[in-house]
């Protein structure tokens, strides 16, 4: 199948780090029963064979809540962590909805390189966190997570509707990039250096009309 990016939502209106500071005691917990009941009982490997560095399950075993001088390195490794396995087969698993196209990565990459050609600084930032991810630090262009096997990021529904005006103001032009996408979602057109852009114009249409932040991680190749 190869390594994809996927997207979700979540089945209430808060963010993902809302989300993650509201649940931060069970996910502790449930990250620290997970080592502990680990087979191999090696440093950050979980139950599931997913893996925490080691900063970060230090930093849990020592605190109960979130520090407000918390290492955005952890931070981003920790949310990371809550998403991809808390959320996946813990106890958050019914907080967050599979979304949209599940493609591979190599699908995205005509329009990466469309979007990093053509398209303002700001709108190549928003459109790379599908390769980079992103970070709890809004300082940070990309993710700082300690772990580098899975890459998490997500779009505010603000992002979402700057995102959507710019790309729409850069291709309409381009082979009437709007005609092309009525037509794609009809099924009776095809253009591969556009495909990309297709399937983010979709994510950013549920986003948008549901008020939700978009969340999507890229599977390690």
Not at 144 to 160: A, F, P, R, Y
Not at 169 to 176: G, I
Not at 182 to 194: I, P, V
Request: overall charge neutral; charged content about 30%.
């Amino acid at each position: 199948m190869g390594a994809r990016i996927v997207f979700f939502t979540a089945s209430n209106q808060k963010s993902l780090q809302e989300n993650f500071l509201k649940d931060f005691s069970k996910f502790r917990d449930w990250t620290l029963s997970n080592w502990s009941n680990s087979e191999s009982k090696d440093i950050g490997e979980l139950s599931m064979g997913q893996r925490i560095n080691e900063r970060a399950l230090k930093y849990l075993e020592r605190n109960q809540f979130i520090a407000p001088n918390i290492d955005h390195e952890i931070f981003d490794e920790l949310v990371a962590v809550y998403f991809c396995s808390y959320c996946d087969h813990g106890e958050g698993k019914e907080l967050y909805e599979l979304r949209g196209p599940m493609m591979n990565k190599w699908r995205y990459d005509k329009s990466t390189e469309l979007v990093n050609h053509r398209c303002d600084s700001p709108s190549v930032q928003l459109w790379n966190r599908l390769n980079f991810g992103c970070s709890t630090n809004p300082k940070m262009k990309v993710s700082q997570s300690l772990s580098k096997d899975l890459i998490l990021g997500w779009w505010t529904v603000e992002e979402m509707k700057k995102m959507k005006e710019n790309l729409s103001n850069v291709f309409k032009s381009l082979s009437q990039f709007n005609e092309w996408n009525a037509l794609r979602k009809k099924g009776n057109f095809f253009r591969k250096e556009y495909e990309g852009l297709g399937y983010v114009y979709d994510m950013l249409d549920i986003g948008v009309a549901e008020n939700k932040e978009v969340i999507f991680y890229n599977e390690p190749s």
